[in-house]
DNA sequence: CGATAGATTGACCTCATTCAACAGGTGTGG
DNA sequence: CCACACCTGTTGAATGAGGTCAATCTATCG
């Protein structure tokens, strides 16, 4: 029935705005399927593949000592990551929902290609605007700038599917679920968007939105 | 006199921990020079060059479109910084104090080599780096993170030269400078540092600090 | 040595967190 | 296909940390 999911998602044709699939990499033979809440990679196992998204959605997190999880980073159907700094990984990965990777293996020697400057800093640029953000005074504002960025990136600003949960959300923009929850009330009650359901978002009003986040 | 804090200032070992000397870049002819606030570059510009510090501190930051700025950076003697995404600086960089920086023009052909791929993944790392010390929960937690980090860079825990306001340390760490300053207050009350002037920190117990920050 | 920007401290207030209860939606098994 | 159970999300009230405004202190530079 999982193999349902797939066929069924991957009849949806898959977004690859924003990045380019990397060919430069070897050709994948396959794609790896993972459930929801799967690990793809954990903190310490050594690093060097690269993972590209065909479906579904990926986060990127740590652990602080005291047990917090900070996600550093959501990837969406045709974005690549994995790349890391050390020969070991500083970050978990896992799936968010049914999702399915390619996955390639990142010969040593190739790592001072052009394409792989490129995502470096690219993350880099992530990292940095998701500062920029996380930073951001005001909760609303915050989870106004998630919006704009995950709908960018989706390519759609009448249907955004969120493709993970109030937690996730909280996690990757340092509040409680609770705050999360209370920001999307206070943008709905504004007439900025519209849910139908909770992981399904309509922007009604980009322009407010853009002018209260940007 | 500006020249005479420049010799008083290089009769001290320049520290060059934890990044090496760009050998593979060209040598500098000369130091530029660059008084407190002095600007580097700006948002906008041409990038490519990147910069290593001689001697002083540097900044790196960007404007919120409310007026407020984010500092997505610090950097110190012996450190190289300017590298970005894009062909123009998305960033602003300017000296905290009294500044001595070797200039490298970045011929673009050399981008793929793998020394320059070292301090993109280093320049991401950093960013993740400082993420996860803005999204810590409370502000005496994210003082001692940044004060660990500079301990760290500097090499000494005895004697921390902050070389920057609390306006400064504020904006990196996302917090008013009343709050950095009672956060200064209340490590200096548990008898974790001492403070010696407002600029020069004493950690006293550095475990009590890891222990509360790591 | 005086002027001035930078830093500290206090009082008050706002807003996010916490704790708790409730509602809704999804998936499972009958 | 329906009913139930559980997980997820929403809303409310109380608490507390950090922001804001203001006064005072002090370090540095001319």
Known sequence: MFAGA???????????????????????????????????????EQAGALYRIEFGAVRVYRLHTDGRRQIVAFYFGGETFGLEAGRTHSFFAEATVHT???????????????????????????????LLVVSRQSAVEKLGAFL????????????????????????????????????????REEGILRLHGAKTVEIIQPEKLVLLCK
């Open 6 to 44: 797939l066929t069924a998602t991957q009849s949806h044709p898959v977004r690859t705005r924003g990045v380019p699939a990397p060919s430069f990499l070897p050709r994948a033979r396959q794609i790896s399927l993972f459930a929801p809440e799967g690990e793809i990679y954990a903190q310490g």
């Open 100 to 130: 399915g990777l390619s996955k390639f293996a990142n010969a040593p020697g190739e790592l001072a290609s052009q394409e792989l400057m490129t995502l470096a800093l690219r993350s880099m640029l992530h990292a940095q605007e998701h």
């Open 148 to 187: 704009l960025d995950v709908a960018e990136r989706q390519g759609d600003l009448d249907h955004i599917d969120l493709q993970m949960t109030r937690v996730d959300i909280g996690e990757y923009l340092g509040m409680t679920i609770e705050t999360v929850s209370r920001s999307f009330s206070k943008l």
